[in-house]
């Protein structure tokens, strides 16, 4: 049972625009959602997180938004850059050790 | 942070032998995480693993097929046993240090 979903296996944004990445999750227990960025050949790395008492978290070019009562989180990427070209994972956790994990966007910036 | 070290990167294997990944951490850690990225698929748990005891293998995976080694707080090994096409995947070990780290991952392909 996939509790953490990304319906959008890809998406392609022009250089200096924004990229919206969709996350939607099924348990209602999770607090603690991530993004992790993931290039080929590596493993994939921290991004930006945001716990449930917090709607929105902004790191640099990347936000987080969390909507709890609709179960739904996206990044936000503003502007692209074709460095940012990579799969994108978002995940969550009920503040243990495990974490459920999307499906993965594959973002491609077009220069 | 968590350095994570995972060796082999990637290996072509004949259907029936096993293989046995790596994962060195440079830092002391209670659980290690193994997960499975399928082609299409989410990151997938395998199993956690406690040094000193054995590993805790989550439903569909089993230690005879997977079994794992945790001799102390830094190493860990996965071996994938008896391995058949199916098991074509990429393999990473991951740990929490508060937010969680991935290896590399090994690239199995499985002829």
């Known amino acids: 049972d996939q509790q953490v979903k990304q319906n959008s296996p890809s998406l392609s944004v022009q250089e200096g625009r924004i990229s919206i990445l969709n996350c939607d999750y099924t348990n209602s227990m999770f607090d603690y959602f991530l993004w992790y960025k993931k290039y080929p050949a590596e493993g994939p790395t921290f ?50 050790n495990q974490f459920y994990f999307g499906t993965g966007t594959s973002l491609t910036v077009i220069p | 942070s968590a350095v994570i070290s995972q060796k082999p990167s990637r290996d072509i294997c004949q259907r029936g032998t096993s293989l046995t990944i790596q994962c060195q951490v440079d830092s002391q850690v209670t659980m290690m995480f193994w997960y499975r990225q399928q082609p299409g698929q989410s990151l997938t748990l395998i199993a956690t693993a406690n040094q000193g005891s054995e590993a805790t293998y989550e439903s569909g995976f089993v230690i005879d097929k997977f079994p794992i080694s945790r001799p102390n707080l830094t190493f860990s090994t996965l071996t994938v046993s008896n391995m058949s096409p199916e098991d074509s995947s990429i393999y990473l070990c991951s740990v929490v240090h508060g937010i969680q780290y991935f290896g590399a991952g090994t690239r199995l392909s499985v002829l």
């Open chain 1, 47 to 96: 991004l930006i997180s945001i716990s449930s008492i917090k709607d929105k978290n902004e790191d640099g070019r990347f936000t987080v938004f969390l909507n709890k009562s609709a179960k739904h989180l996206s990044l936000h990427i503003v502007p692209s850059q074709p460095g940012d070209s990579a799969v994108y994972f978002c995940a969550a956790s009920d503040s243990g």
